[in-house]
């Protein structure tokens, strides 16, 4: 596609739900990046695909969150028993190889809202 | 553990006036530098990228320097308008050696609002 996809754009649950955000990258990018923003913050790294491979996954807070990008394209951030402080906006980014490497396209994010 | 912080967090100033933004950061030993601009509900737009090499790159009225032994970055907007009202982050990219990847440190953002 033409920039960075990500859906749903809001989410709203109830803490201790299962929630799974998505981020489809510009076509023939093989970078995959999520990060996580809390209101008044900067984004914060969680982790980095590379092809379908996890390449960095240093910056998930815990156990609870998990990413998949099974077929190298799109991906999907997951989080279980979600708790409050979970609540930021998820923005995804994808980037090319070589020396397209460091220039993120990021998408609009995903507004999670745990109750 | 790199720690970027970004002075003001708030700015306010009217129509045409030139204004400098603050970065730095605490290791010096970075691969590139970067200022984005956050709109409310979207996602970052790059506005310029530095090079660790470089002193400082211009785009339009936007310019941004590089001090890397101090561990600082400026950017600095001329002639501001009102449509440049956003948040504008500074990030780097570490130096760990080998290739680098985009696993940016962000500053916390400092809001601008020109008004006409």
């Known amino acids: 596609g033409a920039g960075v996809s990500q859906t749903p754009s809001n989410k709203v649950t109830e803490k201790g739900k299962y929630v799974e955000l998505r981020c489809d990258p510009i076509?023939?990018?093989?970078?995959l990046y999520w990060y996580r923003q809390s209101l008044g913050q900067g984004p914060e790294f969680l982790i980095y695909f590379q092809g379908t491979g996890a390449a960095d996954d240093s910056g998930l807070p815990n156990d609870r969150f998990f990413a998949v990008r099974p077929e190298g394209s799109v991906s999907t951030l997951k989080i279980q028993r979600t708790e409050r402080g979970d609540s930021a906006v998820y923005l995804c980014a994808s980037s090319s190889r070589g020396t397209g490497a460091n220039v993120l396209t990021f998408g609009a994010g995903s507004r999670l809202t745990v109750l | 553990k790199q720690e970027v912080t970004q002075i003001p967090a708030a700015l306010s100033v009217p129509e045409g006036e030139n204004l400098v933004l603050n970065c730095s950061f605490t290791d010096s030993a970075i691969y590139n530098l970067q200022w984005f601009r956050q709109d409310p509900g979207k996602g970052l737009t790059s506005l310029l990228l530095i090079q660790s090499s470089q002193r400082e790159q211009t785009s339009g009225r936007l310019n941004a320097s590089l001090d890397k032994s101090s561990g600082r970055s400026t950017l600095y907007i001329a002639a501001s308008q009102p449509g440049d009202s956003a948040t504008y982050l500074c990030?780097?990219?570490?130096?760990?050696?080998?290739?680098?990847?985009?696993?940016?440190?962000f500053g916390q953002g400092t809001i601008l609002t020109v008004h006409p």
């Open positions: 076509s023939g990018h093989t970078a």
């Open positions: 990030a780097v990219i570490r130096a760990a050696g080998g290739t680098s990847y985009g696993k940016l440190t």
